[in-house]
């Protein structure tokens, strides 16, 4: 099989207690480390990548977040499947889009349904309309992961968080992301949603196995252990003062 059928065949036949951890690389280094622990898939966070490269998260110029995913592609020499947070596609069309995520080496992305300058939601059928187009250009290149926004967004309903949702699952994406659904929102998405579903969490093992006994498919940490490392490379610091 191809890495992104690897990667497709993670998201399915998971027990409800084993939801698949995908620790966020931000550059090459830590990739390496994720792989060398014996993780069997990666997914880079826009907002790491972007501390790593001395922007605000979304503020990367496109140019800058593909040639990071490359790096972090070659850095692991195809030792697993990498899928890359690309935000909201940076504006371009689905050909040029899947094209230049292709390129890097990359098998999967997580696209946003909000706007990054001021953060309103897209429209949903707009939206749906969107990622199709993606899929059909990608055909089964290319693992999509929407991005359901509508938690962050001050939308607390999970109804129409699962509104969007079946919207996108129909348009092609193969698992969807409802960032920041607290847990307790968790089992009424898994009974309104067919297919995986991906959990944000804190990097923390103790709420894994309850995150996927709750209904989450995957789990990914955003910029968390980018976050952690930069923490502990202060107290470092700090005792070299």
């Not at 084993?18 to 069997?40: I, K, T």
């Not at 977040?65 to 947070?85: E, L, N, Q």
């Not at 707009?126 to 290319?142: D, I, P, T």
């Not at 693992?143 to 969007?164: K, L, M, S, Y």
Request: charged share 20%; aromatic share 6%; with cysteine.
């Amino acid at each position: 099989m191809s890495l992104v059928d690897d990667f497709r065949a993670l998201h399915h036949g998971r027990a409800p207690g084993d939801p698949l951890v995908l620790p966020g690389p931000w550059d090459a280094a830590s990739a390496r480390v994720f792989v060398e622990a014996g993780f069997p898939a990666v997914a880079t966070p826009s907002a790491g990548v972007a501390a790593s490269l001395g922007y605000a998260d979304g503020e990367v110029p496109p140019d800058e977040m593909f040639a990071a995913v490359t790096r972090i592609v070659r850095s692991v020499s195809g030792a697993v499947p990498v899928s890359a947070d690309i935000e909201g596609g940076y504006g371009l069309a689905p050909k040029e889009l899947v094209e230049r995520l292709l390129e890097t080496g990359a098998v999967g992305c997580n696209l946003e349904d909000s706007e990054s300058a001021g953060g309103a939601l897209k429209d949903p059928r707009e939206q749906a309309e969107w990622l199709a187009e993606v899929r059909s250009v990608a055909g089964g290149g290319l693992f999509i992961n929407a991005r359901v926004d509508t938690f962050i967004r001050g939308v607390a309903d999970p109804g129409q968080a699962i509104e969007r949702a079946r919207l996108y699952v129909a348009a092609g994406a193969d698992c969807v992301y409802p960032i920041g659904a607290p847990p307790e929102a968790l089992p009424a998405l898994r009974g309104g949603i067919s297919g995986p579903i991906n959990a944000g969490a804190r990097p923390s093992r103790a709420s894994l196995r309850e995150l996927g006994e709750l209904g989450a498919t995957r789990i990914t940490f955003g910029p968390g252990l980018q976050i952690r490392a930069t923490e502990a490379l202060r107290e470092i610091t700090a005792e070299l003062r």
